[in-house]
């Protein structure tokens, strides 16, 4: 199956400073989404985003297919922006995971 | 459209017993996927279903592991003999143009 590593595994940050999450995929995708996980489980989808760039808010995403990564920006960070953040793929019928960037905003 | 609901939140179990989950999709949506997540992993795909049909499982699916979606609608997962190493949080996702999960159900074992 499709391999997706994300990068860095941890992240802290300082309220108000900007980052950047990275997720490569090991195979052609037609599916791309980000994740942002809270801390009762929840999956919150961020991006669907195959290809190209999209903002929302003080979030973006860019997708570069034919290399297989895919960035997320957080500008201006919050302590709401932690949180696990996941990249997951589909090539096929499902989607597979990352294993996550732990991030966390301290104030 | 109000998501895509899961019950119970949570679900405590004496090893042994068997339990059910619950998940109600996207109406319009027709497949319907579960996934199990462990602590300090993302999520791992378990089975799917176009309609009522099951088409993909998992080899993490083992035998005492049962899905259903028997009018193309709502589904169940049950497990069977429940042990310690199925503690983990159930998560159903339905797709559209792209996936909806829902807020997962909780399981430990004790």
């Known amino acids: 199956g499709i391999q997706v590593e994300q990068s860095p595994p941890d992240l802290i940050l300082q309220e108000g400073a900007n980052s950047t999450l990275r997720c490569n995929f090991s195979d052609s995708v037609n599916n791309l989404q980000w994740f942002h996980q809270n801390p009762w489980g929840q999956l919150i989808n961020l991006f669907y985003?195959?290809?190209g760039t999209k903002q929302n808010g003080r979030l973006s995403a860019t997708t570069v297919a034919t290399e297989r990564y895919s960035l997320l920006y957080i500008s201006s960070s919050q302590t709401t922006d932690s949180g696990v953040y996941f990249c997951a793929v589909s090539g096929n019928n499902r989607l597979a995971f990352g294993k996550g960037n732990q991030v966390v905003v301290i104030p | 459209d109000t998501g895509v609901s899961q019950d119970p939140r949570h679900k405590i179990t004496k090893r042994g017993q068997n339990v059910t989950f619950r998940c109600d999709p996207i109406s319009e949506h027709n497949r319907l996927y579960w996934y199990r997540q462990t602590l300090g992993q993302g999520p791992e795909f378990l089975t799917y279903?176009?309609?009522?049909?099951?088409?993909?499982k998992s080899r993490l699916l083992s035998d005492r592991f049962s899905a259903e979606r028997p009018k193309g609608s709502f589904s169940t997962l049950e497990i069977q003999r429940t042990e310690q190493g199925d503690s983990a949080m159930y998560l159903c996702a339905s797709s559209g143009v792209g996936y909806t999960f829902g807020s997962g159900t909780r399981l430990t074992v004790v």
């Open positions: 279903f176009q309609n009522e049909a099951q088409l993909e």
């Open positions: 985003i195959p290809s």
